[in-house]
């Protein structure tokens, strides 16, 4: 039986004083003690090898630890830490196993217990968590499929300048195509991006925005001359519901990423600033592995598309089942002997329209539906769910 853990030694020393006296074996002893006769002489042992210290109770917590990370090992999983602060134990890992595959790291938990040991952990605040919206990601099957489009929230630089970075990502590969920072948020200076882009990436299927300028307007069926622009090409202009930013969800992660890793300090100019957001996007792209792409980069998941950007940008054509008109300075165009107000953004621009009945007409913006013309009203309407249905 053990000791009573209680005055452990003092207990033994009255053990042994009753045994050194003479009065009692060493079995009547253990028997007054409530120990084995084993105990008992493994305490009359230790005291005699080491007098009084071997009363103590010894720990027993093993004296070696095999399992131990070395301190060397520790090191580097630091020092990687303190250059990225935002990269999570999986991260770093991963990113430890691509620079040195001959060893074996420690598990993701064990360099977690590392981080926080050391006071690296970054405390996040609570949030409500809400589930995710999956069905305008649901088509997303490859690169260059969607690529997402965005303002991040502008900033000021030690000077005082107003930063406005647009950023585009590859929605499935999460690749960052561009974070620029432009003079005006209007469509002059994000189409001249937006041309770069396709320069070096070729075309995507679909481009999807928010609501706001300049990806889109009040105009007829949303559009504004950016979405115009990428219609010519070929490219669906896609847009979220107003006030629902998790339709872009992949999107507006990588921007807390952004704002956190590329702010804070201010940088003094913009010329600094847009340093920092360059160092963000190699380093996102070609360094910084993602859980939600198997541990890979979104430059191992990339590839340029197929699709190049053309020397000239093509203007609409339409087939002979259509009737084709062109939109007037003031956004209207001709019908029947009378003009039909369309929008202003289609100025000078092209259009089919195709009958639907013997009253309305679907008309179309290059290969796109984007409204339907009631011909006894002469009036432009949104296009009803069944209109969408039909093929060009």
């Not at 009065?23 to 230790?46: D, N």
């Not at 040195?100 to 605040?125: C, D, M, N, Q, Y």
């Not at 991040?152 to 974070?179: E, F, H, M, Q, V």
């Amino acid at each position: 039986m053990p000791w009573n853990v209680s005055g452990i030694v003092k207990q033994r020393k009255g053990f042994l004083e009753e045994l050194e006296s003479g009065y009692y074996t060493m079995k009547e002893c253990c028997e007054r003690y409530g120990i084995s006769r084993q105990a008992g002489y493994k305490v009359l042992g230790k005291y005699r090898e080491y007098g009084e210290a071997g009363l103590m109770e010894n720990s027993r917590a093993p004296h070696n630890h095999p399992n131990q990370t070395p301190v060397e090992m520790e090191e580097q999983i630091l020092e990687m830490r303190r250059a990225h602060m935002r990269w999570g134990p999986r991260t770093l890992q991963e990113r430890l196993r691509r620079n040195h595959p001959e060893v074996v790291w420690p598990a993701v938990s064990t360099i977690g217990a590392i981080l926080k040991r050391e006071g690296l952990v970054i405390a996040r605040r609570k949030r409500r968590r809400v589930p995710p919206y999956t069905q305008p990601f649901a088509s997303v099957t490859a690169p260059n499929v969607v690529w997402c489009a965005d303002f991040k929230g502008w900033i000021r630089t030690g000077d005082g300048d107003r930063i406005d970075p647009l950023t585009i990502t590859d929605a499935n590969s999460r690749y960052l195509l561009r974070c620029q920072s432009v003079e005006k948020a209007n469509t002059e200076h994000v189409l001249a991006v937006f041309e770069a882009v396709f320069r070096e990436h070729g075309l995507p299927q679909a481009i999807r925005t928010d609501n706001g300028a300049p990806f889109a307007s009040r105009a007829v069926a949303g559009l504004s001359q950016l979405a115009v622009y990428w219609m010519k090409l070929g490219i669906v202009p896609e847009r979220i519901q107003a006030g629902h930013p998790e339709q872009n969800g992949r999107h507006e992660r990588m921007h807390r990423t952004l704002k956190e890793t590329t702010t804070q300090p201010p940088a003094a100019h913009r010329r600094a600033q847009q340093r920092r957001f360059d160092d963000f996007v190699q380093e996102y792209n070609q360094e910084r592995p993602h859980q939600a792409l198997d541990m890979r980069t979104p430059a191992e998941c990339y590839q340029s598309s197929p699709r190049p950007y053309p020397a000239r940008v093509p203007e609409p054509e339409y087939p002979q089942a259509m009737r084709v008109r062109t939109v007037y300075k003031g956004g209207q165009f001709f019908w029947n002997y009378h003009d039909v107000f369309l929008s202003k953004v289609l100025a000078g621009e092209r259009i089919g329209l195709l009958p639907i009945d013997e009253r309305y007409w679907k008309i179309y913006f290059a290969e796109f539906p984007i409204a339907r013309l009631d011909s006894h009203k002469l009036h432009v309407e949104s296009l009803k769910q069944d209109d969408l249905s039909d093929e060009f």
